[in-house]
């Protein structure tokens, strides 16, 4: 059971779409019962449920308040654009880590195009979000490699066997690069070599996914996250 719903506001009513009818019908929540909801942009609300209907479902809003975005720290994840069931475990999990953003990323060897997905995408965000209780989801965006530079943080880290040991100390404004199942190609390497830092994990060799989780983890730990 999703420990938060998502709704839209207007005015006094909290409008719930056909994804969040389905878990209310899922989970047996039935009209005249209380539930507690967001917008997902920082809005709590307590809402009793009026309608639940085929497609849609609404609710009274009897309490509300706006969560404060936590301005202390930006964790940011460059996702690479591979196969959709890791994808979409990473983007998961690192909604759950407190990621701020996410970067789906195209490379060389991870060249899916998602754009179409957007939808599933914010799905899977939105579900990861209410099971943790996130007030404020990620944004999310396309990107190309080339623009990582552009949107990357005052500090930026990539994997990389050769990288430095992983530093005690984590600026309150990181990124992590995540490189796809094939690796970097020669140029991309060269690129983030120049740019960002390359840090070593250990002496195994991981899945990307689950790289990411371990280093993400730690972040997300030393940045206050969860």
Not at 136 to 154: G, R, T
Request: some cysteine; overall charge positive.
């Amino acid at each position: 059971m999703p420990n938060i719903f998502f709704g839209i506001p207007k005015k006094d009513i909290l409008i719930f779409d056909e994804h969040e009818t389905i878990h209310f019908k899922t989970v047996r929540i039935k009209e005249g019962d209380i539930v507690k909801s967001t917008d997902g942009k920082g809005g709590e609300f307590l809402v009793k449920i009026e309608k639940i209907k085929k497609k849609k479902s609404f609710g009274t809003i009897l309490e509300s308040k706006y969560i404060e975005k936590d301005e202390k720290s930006n964790l940011v994840l460059f996702a690479p654009s591979g196969k959709w069931e890791r994808l979409r475990w990473l983007i998961e999990k690192s909604v759950e880590l407190g990621v701020d953003k996410i970067y789906i990323t195209k490379t060389k060897y991870s060249n899916r195009d998602y754009r179409d997905k957007e939808e599933k995408i914010s799905l899977v965000i939105r579900n990861s979000a209410k099971q943790c209780i996130r007030y404020h989801f990620p944004e999310f965006k396309f990107i190309s490699f080339k623009e990582i530079e552009k949107y990357a943080s005052i500090n930026t880290y990539f994997l990389d066997f050769e990288g430095e040991n992983i530093p005690e100390i984590i600026h309150p404004n990181t990124s992590f690069i995540v490189g796809p199942e094939g690796g970097f190609s020669e140029d991309e390497k060269k690129f983030l070599n120049v740019n960002f830092t390359p840090v070593v994990l250990g002496k195994k060799t991981l899945r990307f996914e689950t790289a990411a989780f371990v280093f993400l983890s730690y972040l997300s730990i030393k940045l206050e996250k969860i």
